[in-house]
């Protein structure tokens, strides 16, 4: 990686780049500290770019930039920076140029700073916010790129290391901790950019780094959960010490601790309180053979939701029962362990991480209500196993009839779009068929022998489910357009599978359909990617119409 001292010509090296238009950087006080994306970009800064062209260069003369990296100068762009004496470097990967933008924004601005990563399929924007969270409830300085929209979380661009750098020059204070999130599949152009959570993590330099799960999504960058597990174990593969956060219960997860160096200690979390041992204090390991492997782990290196007593424990002992928690579901149970784990592994007191977990808010979209009578929550759920948990998770809570908007991913391609169909199709008639079972022994019960209680609980779990799909047309843009065969592969599968559902071509319409035809009993489950982005604004405009 390069020296903080950096000049042109050892940016370059360190890029494996050639530099051509100038020799030297652009503007006269040279280099700010900040690699930026050309549209903020200012006098000074380090631009990196996946293509530009002849506009492109005018406007970072005009800004006064330092210089340019790129991968692909298009046009007659170096002919004009050659003229405008404005120097671009030329790379083979721009991820690699935004890697080594990452690591020196983080030896220079946060050197001192612990560390942590967070990877896997579903779960890390939550995980993340979630440590980033304890971490500031303690007082400490901390800063994370985690955002609702998972849109600063790859190599694309830098915009990693342009938060790091903007944040650190705004505060006195030097950063304590950084909390980044790594995309575990990243693509670019329709193509897979190798090996992208193993570059972020050389990069971070982490001290904890976390993986959640493993589970098909990104499909056509990456086809096979294989494939996803080779991606997603780079972050186990470029670790250099510390602790990695592994998923007891993910087999992939789990084996990824093969790949770290002997300097690294694993710590697991589960949620399978039958793991050997645990409840047993006078021993100092746990044994299992849950994952065909026959192992020990130190009591104090495993995190584990007890179902039975439904509180999580560590060592032994419980520390917070699933009422303290803000939220109640198996996926967010899943993700506040690996936050809890992460934390601990970091030295946190436990007193701290407790009152951290108590007054934690979500991150917006994520398993989030936002509106009451009738109950709104809005998930980012976006792949067939983000899709089922969320879908259950609701289910089981309190409700007269449960109405499913669902939006359909544009410019994403067919697989993507059936394998989340299917999901969606068995997560209902799952519960469907226990609805079934649950009024089928509700009517073979004397009703006046029957507890009110349960009579409740029945109602709440039997109820109806209504789907509606939206196309979004009305508020993606061109990357996210949902083609008709995109629609036709999702309207097949549930007709195969027998469910009924209504479409909408407008998210908007979609949404004041199912506003307007709940009951306030009624629980609203909002799911979706880019399609589902909007859809707050879009409720508020027709709650305030309606008022």
Known sequence: MIDTKITINSLAEAISGKIVGSDDFRSPNGFTGIFNILKDSNEGDIVIRHWIDEKGIKIASSKNVACIITEDPRGNSVDIATDLKIPII??????????????????????????????????????????????????????????????????????????????????????????????????????????????????????????????????????????????????????????????????????????????????????????????????????????????????????????????????????????????????????????????????????????????????????????????????????????????????????????????IRGSRGKEINEINAYALAEVINSINKKRFNKISISNSTDNSNSNSNSNNELTNNCSDIEIILSSSLDVVDEANFVEEFEENIFFDVLKNEGIDFIHYKELKKAIDYVYNSSKVDDIILLIGAQGMDPVEGLLNDIINEDN
């Not at 790379?91 to 690591?103: C, G, H, M, S, T």
């Not at 439904?310 to 996926?331: A, M, R, T």
Request: hydrophobic residues 40%; contains cysteine.
């Open 90 to 407: 030329i790379v083979q990967k721009i991820e690699e140029a935004n890697a080594i933008a990452l690591n020196w924004s983080i030896k220079k601005f946060a050197p001192n700073s612990k560390r942590v990563i967070i990877s896997g399929t579903n779960g890390k924007s939550t995980t993340a916010h979630m440590i980033y969270h304890i971490l500031k409830s303690t007082g400490a300085n901390a800063l994370t790129n985690t955002d609702s929209k998972s849109e600063y979380n790859t190599l694309i661009d830098p915009m990693v290391p342009k938060i790091i750098s903007e944040y650190s020059l705004s505060n006195e204070k030097s950063l304590e901790y950084l909390v980044i999130e790594a995309s575990e599949v990243q693509g670019w152009l329709g193509k897979l950019m190798h090996h992208h959570a193993l570059l972020m993590t050389k990069a971070v330099d982490p001290d904890v780094g976390v993986v959640t799960n493993v589970a098909i999504d990104h499909i056509g960058l990456v086809n096979s959960i294989e494939e996803v597990f080779e991606e997603t174990s780079g972050i186990a593969r470029g670790m250099k010490k510390g602790s990695l956060i592994l998923n007891f219960d993910d087999k992939n997860v789990f084996r990824m601790a093969n790949f770290a160096k002997k300097n690294i200690e694993p710590f697991y979390f589960s949620m399978n309180s039958n793991i050997g041992g645990y409840k047993n204090t006078n021993i100092d390991n746990i044994k299992s053979n849950s994952v065909d492997i026959d192992f020990h782990i130190k009591m104090d290196k495993i995190l584990i939701y007890d179902t039975e007593i439904e509180s999580i424990v560590f060592k032994s002992e419980p520390i917070l029962s699933i009422d303290e928690l803000p939220f109640n579901s198996n996926h967010f149970i899943q993700n506040t362990l690996a936050a809890i784990s992460a934390c601990l592994s970091l030295g946190i007191e436990i007193k701290d991480i407790i009152n951290g977990i108590k007054s934690y808010k979500s991150l917006k979209r994520r398993f989030r209500k936002i509106n009451h009578n009738p109950t709104i929550i809005d998930d980012f759920a976006h792949n067939p196993e983000g899709i089922k948990a969320t879908v259950n998770a609701v289910s089981n809570l309190p409700h007269e009839n449960l109405k499913i908007l669902c939006a």
